[in-house]
């Protein structure tokens, strides 16, 4: 039966495939009509393509899935685009390989440039270990290297640690690490805070803005075009919906003047920073910003809309900065590092968001984090119940208790499968199994009555939205490590929450995340049928066309 709106003369008729409306039943039709920027009718072949005009142009599908727009709910996109004009290291596995990449960037680039780039982990390597100083320096003994580790620390060359005047003579600086060898002598990696000391000395935007170390960032026209870049590669991948987390007053005007501009080719959901989120924080100022922002959660329109405040609690799981009740693997204490905020005033600080009208969006790794974001949470929606779409991010070991909770209350999770595609392969090492097991419990947050948006988190995971899908279903590492079976779900699944999920999680759902007849046409056709995929397949699929407000912005 045609799900129909009343617009009767469509402009793009999708016939002869399956649509996956993602509708209340996950519904599967042939065909799909978009009329202006709108969803018209899904239905039958013969029911869509009766509707057709002299002007309405006719895609066949030819057996192809259609599907909603990606909506990647948590993803840094102005850093992206930063990372993409350098080396992206998503893939490279091994030294040599990287090596090889440092040296052909060096020849694109004038003589004595800084090489940048990022978005490693130690398990993609077949070393299984941090790039160091001398790996860097055989690539590159004259120019400066720093490449960011996908969270917390990053890998600088010899040339780059002169520059920043760093020696076996430098002390750590507050809420940070410089690693050293049994001489004494700096290894090339730098944790933490210490990341800062080479930044400072940087050119560009990757120095400039410090990477959230609240000393300034790039100007306006970077920004725009760091932003532009990063977007532009997003719509290949059949993104057209992102929540950029953390920003400045001068990311969101970067946003602004690129809808005005009429260049946003994706519908944005802003996170003004707030407590935890910078590496450098200025307390009384981010205390007045709530007075400071003349509105609340859900201003703006069907472009660019502020959802939430993000906040941040601890660190990473493998950078060992996560706030949890158990040991790593072949420990016998706890570790202890600085928290990302005062977790003393953490129910304050929720509690004045809340009432304020704000969402907060919370950075939560270790299961203590999020057992105490969840309570403040919990403790200020009690105290003054209201319409909210409060989250938490990441959100690996939710206990019992946080899960009566979240689902007491509708605490929702912004959740990144896609960590285990990049993580998992070095996690037998670093995690006892019941911990690995239990890793992003996707299953059992869906079992719980949980809303979860599946998102990237990039540039700190790979950007493809079908490496996110194949994690969840399989939940394999790119190496082929498994964490089990118990907390796989299915692709339908999945895609819930890669599209009308993420738009529940901002309060969207009422007008995108699902192909429903008068919703926004934001549309996505991938290269076969996603119901006959076998589940080793999907991290292989492949976008064809984008279309985002009725109008084509991608087509491979």
Known sequence: MMNKSKIYFPDYIFYNGSVHTVDEKDSVYEAAAVSGNKIAAVGSNDEILSMKTENTVLIDLKGRSLIPGINDAHNHAWETGLMLEGIVLFGIDS????????????????????????SWIESQFEENRAPNRYDLDVASPDNAVVLERIFGACSVNSKALKLAGITKDTVDPPKGHIEKDENGEPTGVLH????????????????????????????IPVLEKSISLAINEYNKYGITSITEPGVSSGVCKAYHDLLKKNELKCRINL?????????????????????DYNFSSGYGNNWIRYSSLKMAIDGGLTSMT??????????????????????TKLDEYIKSAHDSGWDIGIHVMGDVAIDKAVDAIYKAVKANPRKHQHSIIHAYYPSEETLRKMSEVGIMVAAQASFIYVEADGY???????????FTPLKTYK???????????????NLNPFINMYAAVTRKGSRGYSLGDEEKITKAEALRMMT?????????????????????????????????????????????????????????
């Open 447 to 461: 079992d719980n009555g949980i809303i979860v948006s599946l998102t990237t988190d990039m540039p700190c995971s």
């Open 322 to 343: 996560a706030l949890k009740s158990w040991n790593y693997k072949g420990e016998d204490s706890l570790r202890e590092f600085p928290l990302r905020l005062d977790i």
């Open 192 to 219: 933490g805070n210490a990341v800062l000391l080479v930044r400072k000395v940087m050119p560009g935007p990757f120095g400039s803005d410090d990477f959230g170390a609240g000393e300034g960032e790039p100007s």
């Open 95 to 118: 030294m040599k390989m990287l090596q090889e990449k440092i040296i052909e960037r060096i020849k694109e680039v004038p003589e004595g440039t800084w090489i940048q780039g990022g």
């Open 428 to 438: 037998n090492s670093l995690l006892p199994r019941d911990k690995q097991t239990s």
């Open 500 to 556: 009308y999920n993420g738009a529940v999680l901002n309060g969207e759902e009422k007008f995108k995340g699902s192909i429903e007849a008068d919703k926004l046409a934001d549309l996505v056709i991938i290269d076969r049928d996603l119901s006959q995929v076998p589940d080793e397949e999907i991290k292989n699929i492949k976008v064809d066309f984008t279309m985002l407000d009725g109008k084509i912005i991608y087509q491979r």
């Open 271 to 291: 996170m003004p920073n707030w407590h935890g989120f910078t590496l450098q924080q200025n307390e009384k100022e981010l205390d007045q910003l709530l007075n």
